[in-house]
């Protein structure tokens, strides 16, 4: 089982739509949670990080952790063409400081 | 400005050369990082150290090697020994281990 899990994708969403994007991850006691959004040929970027169970907005961003439930998404509230992109999910788990990175899924946003 | 600089932005490796990737950043962060990205995949980790004069191998730490005389720089070596280069790399740093990560704009190694 891979430590971080995302869905390749592509999610192909229209224009003004929600896009919801899910990460499951294997160490309960995980306690860091981060979105990275990858533009082609591009560095990462931080778009969102969530440390408590629950929601974190941020614009049109929102992050949801259920650590019951191991999963952490991120919704993007009225899609944009410029949000089409890869995000990467990171988690740092519990007794270490190292980010692990899911492999990321691919947004298409298409007008 | 502060950040991280990557340096080149394209390298080409011969076989059984060793080469070596610049990062230097300028953020006073304590803690820095290598990632691999192969093509439509995540960042694997191979190295990482969180003080000068101190690093810890990652996932994929075979065939590389760093070192960190400087707080500001953190530099990786891709040795001979590394069969499968050919991938972006990217340097990070954070003031801490759950503080974000910045990153630098990446090294594209390829083999000739």
């Known amino acids: 089982q891979k430590e971080v899990e995302q869905n390749s994708g592509p999610l192909s969403v229209p224009e003004g739509a929600i896009a919801s994007l899910n990460c499951t991850y294997s160490d309960r006691g995980s306690q860091s949670f981060f979105w990275y959004r990858q533009y082609s040929g591009k560095s990462p970027e931080l778009i969102m990080f969530i440390y408590s169970n629950g929601d974190k907005e941020d614009g049109r961003f929102t992050a949801q952790l259920n650590k019951a439930s191991q999963y952490v998404s991120l919704l993007i509230r009225d899609s944009q063409p410029s949000d089409s992109a890869t995000y990467l999910c990171?988690?740092?788990?519990?007794?270490?400081?190292?980010?692990?990175f899911g492999t990321g899924t691919r947004l298409q946003v298409f007008p | 400005d502060g950040g991280i600089t990557q340096s080149p932005k394209y390298l080409f490796r011969k076989e059984g050369q060793n080469v070596t990737l610049s990062c230097e950043q300028n953020l006073n962060h304590d803690a820095m990082y290598w990632y691999r990205q192969d093509p439509g995949q995540g960042l694997r980790l191979i190295y990482y150290?969180?003080?000068?004069?101190?690093?810890q191998k990652g996932d994929i730490a075979e065939g590389y090697s760093v070192s960190r005389e400087k707080k500001e720089s953190f530099p990786l070596t891709v040795t001979s020994a590394q069969k499968n280069p050919t991938a972006f790399y990217l340097c990070?740093?954070?003031?801490?281990?759950?503080?974000?990560?910045?990153f630098g704009s990446g090294t594209q190694l390829s083999v000739l």
């Open positions: 150290s969180q003080i000068v004069n101190d690093f």
């Open positions: 990171a988690v740092i788990g519990r007794g270490t400081d190292k980010l692990i």
């Open positions: 990070a740093s954070t003031q801490g281990p759950t503080e974000k990560l910045f």
